[in-house]
């Protein structure tokens, strides 16, 4: 309606007084002068139309820009096993992230909360060291922060556990990898200090 209102008032208004222009000048004959007048509700509405859906298709990719609609899917909830986890019944929780899993066998963002879960509150730290490294060896690739998430949790299990063989060979793998960012430097410097205290 702003725009039928707004543009198509103006349009009409305009078009009338170019086609007077016009038989004033003796470009055009009264005949031709009215025909033109009757032509200028087709052409006003096409320009109205035109406008609607210019803007309207404007204003969708302007939202879709800015919340990467279709982009990014939603992060996957798992409510039932949130429930029993604040419940405290972990072992419960862990037996239905595991049968999540085998439904839907690509969902590294639940493999990585059954893994978490398993090393914070079940010692389960074998069934995590596995679940990590599926994800780190997972074909088609897990996104970048799924990688990062297992590479971090490979590397606090492994110090965990007390092993300090695999713990380095993480350490360096997540130094080379992710180097020049804080949490590389901050792998540089660990890995240091164990291979100086290695040493001693």
């Known amino acids: 309606m702003r725009i039928a209102i707004l543009f198509g008032s103006s349009c009409f208004v305009m078009l009338s007084g170019l086609w007077y222009f016009m038989l004033d000048k003796g470009w055009i004959s009264q005949l031709g ?8 509700f087709p052409i006003t509405a096409a320009g109205v139309l035109m406008i609607h859906r210019s803007v309207k298709d404007a204003a969708v990719l ?9 982009d990014i899917p939603p992060p996957p909830t798992y409510p039932r096993q949130d429930v029993l986890i604040a419940q405290g019944k972990y072992a419960e ?6 049968d999540h899993l085998v439904v839907e066998p690509t969902d590294h963002e639940a493999r990585l909360r059954l893994a978490h879960l398993l090393e914070m509150r079940l010692r389960g730290y074998q069934e995590a060291e596995q679940l990590y490294l599926q994800v780190r060896q997972a074909q088609p690739a897990a ?5 990062m998430q297992a590479a971090n949790g490979l590397i606090d299990l492994y110090r965990k556990m ?6 380095m060979v993480e350490l360096a793998r ?4 992710y180097r020049g960012s804080p949490l590389a430097d901050g792998a ?3 890995l240091k200090e164990l291979k100086e205290t290695r040493m001693i």
Not at 33 to 40: A, P, Q, T
Not at 93 to 98: E, G, M
Not at 143 to 147: D, I, K, L, V
Not at 174 to 177: E, L
């Open 143 to 147: 996104a970048p922060r799924e990688q």
């Open 62 to 70: 302007m939202v879709k820009t800015m919340f990467a609609d279709g």
């Open 33 to 40: 002068f009215v025909l033109l007048l009757i032509l200028n």
């Open 188 to 190: 540089a410097r660990e």
């Open 162 to 167: 007390g092993r300090r063989d695999r713990l």
């Open 93 to 98: 929780a862990a037996s239905w992230f595991r």
């Open 174 to 177: 997540f130094v080379d990898r």
